[in-house]
C-alpha cells in the first residue's frame, strides 16, 4: 500500500514539473508579406534604405522586376541570412502595393565526390568541397524588422 | 599456424597495393566563388539557353500576372540573384540553381521556362568535375503546379464559360 502511495506521489510529482516546464506550444510565423497604401516608386526607395538602416548589403536590384536580393546580418555571431524582397506592383485601380520578405539561412557542409581521371584507371580522385545550402529561415525576425522598418518610413502597412 | 596467419596478411596487403589509389584534392565550386564575391561577375544566362529546359504554358493571364505568380513562388524556393522583367529572366539558388525565363505571349499563352544551373556545381580548379552529381529530379512539374496555384488562385477559370 505504501508502494503505491509513493508512486502515485511520484506520478503527481513527475506532472507537475512537467507542467511547469517551458514547452512551447506554437512557434511564430514568419511573416511575409506586408501591403502598403504608397507609391511603387516609394516602396522601391524606401525598401533599398531599410536595407542600409539594418547593416545589409544589396547583392542585386532590378527596379523593373520589383525584386532585390541582400545579405541582412542577423546576429553577429549567427549564421548570414541572405534576403528577397518583391515589391508587387499594384492591379489598375489599387493603390496598394504588397512587399514580400523570405529570409534564407546560409549555411556551408563539408562535400566530396569521386571520380576517376581518364587515362588513369588505378587512382580515385576525391574531390573535397564547401557545400552551399539554404533553409528558409520560418522562425527570422529579419522579415518583421524589415517591415516594421519599411512601416516607420512609409506609415501604417497591413499584414 | 602462424606461417597461415603470416602468409594471409601478406596476401592482403598484395591485394590492398594493387587496388585504386585515391588522390584527396580540395576544390572550390563556381557556387561557392560567386558567394565569395557577393555575385558581382555572375551574368544571368540568356532567354536563349533558358528555352532548352522544361517548360509550360499559362493561358487566360497577363504577362505581369505569369511574372508575378513566378517570382513570388521562385522566392520561395532559393534566393533570387538575379532578376530583369525586360529580359524575362530571373535566377534562383534553389537545388539546382535555376533560371526561369517568362517568354511573352504567343497565341494568348504565355510559357514558362526552366532551366537548371547544374555548371554552378563544377570545379573552378580542376577542369570541369562535377561536384553535386545527384539533385532531386522531377522537381519541374512541381514548380509549374505551384505558379499554377499563385497565378489562378481566386481567379474564375475561364476555359469553362467558353460556349456560353
Keep these: 500500500m505504501n508502494d503505491m502511495k509513493q508512486a502515485s506521489l511520484g506520478i503527481m510529482l513527475g506532472v507537475f514539473c512537467a507542467g511547469c516546464a517551458n514547452i512551447p506550444t506554437a512557434e511564430s510565423c514568419m511573416e511575409t508579406q506586408r501591403s502598403f497604401t504608397a507609391s511603387f516608386e516609394d516602396l522601391w526607395s524606401r525598401s533599398v534604405r531599410t536595407v542600409e538602416d539594418l547593416q545589409g548589403t544589396v547583392l542585386a536590384q532590378d527596379k523593373s522586376a520589383g525584386v532585390i536580393a541582400c545579405k541582412i546580418p542577423y546576429d553577429a555571431k549567427g549564421p548570414e541570412e541572405y534576403v528577397n524582397i518583391y515589391i508587387q506592383r499594384p492591379n489598375a485601380g489599387d493603390r496598394a502595393c504588397c512587399v514580400y520578405v523570405v529570409p534564407y539561412t546560409f549555411f556551408v557542409g563539408r562535400g566530396q565526390t569521386q571520380h576517376v581521371e581518364p587515362g588513369k584507371p588505378k587512382e580515385i580522385l576525391l574531390l573535397e568541397f564547401d557545400d552551399i545550402y539554404f533553409r528558409k529561415d520560418h522562425l527570422s525576425e529579419i522579415g518583421s524588422a524589415f517591415l516594421d522598418t519599411l512601416t516607420d518610413y512609409v506609415g501604417q502597412g497591413k499584414s | ?164
Design chain 2, 1 to 164: 599456424m602462424r606461417t597461415i596467419f603470416a602468409l594471409l596478411s601478406l596476401f592482403s596487403l598484395i591485394v590492398a597495393g594493387c587496388g585504386p589509389q585515391t588522390r584527396r584534392v580540395a576544390t572550390t565550386s563556381r557556387m561557392a566563388q560567386l558567394f565569395a564575391t557577393d555575385f558581382k561577375d555572375f551574368k544571368a544566362p540568356d532567354a536563349s539557353l533558358i528555352t532548352a529546359g522544361a517548360s509550360r504554358g499559362f493561358e487566360n493571364a497577363t504577362y505581369d500576372e505569369v511574372w508575378e505568380a513566378t517570382v513570388v513562388v521562385l522566392m520561395q524556393d532559393g534566393v533570387i540573384v538575379r532578376s530583369s522583367k525586360d529580359a524575362g529572366v530571373l535566377v534562383g539558388l534553389t537545388r539546382p540553381p535555376r533560371a526561369v525565363y517568362v517568354e511573352p505571349a504567343r497565341a494568348g499563352r504565355i510559357r514558362v521556362y526552366i532551366y537548371s544551373l547544374r555548371e554552378l556545381y563544377t570545379t573552378v580548379d580542376e577542369p570541369g568535375w562535377q561536384l553535386v552529381t545527384y539533385f532531386p529530379e522531377g522537381k519541374e512539374d512541381d514548380f509549374f503546379d505551384r505558379v499554377s496555384g499563385q497565378l489562378y488562385a481566386g481567379k474564375k477559370w475561364k476555359y469553362l464559360y467558353v460556349g456560353q
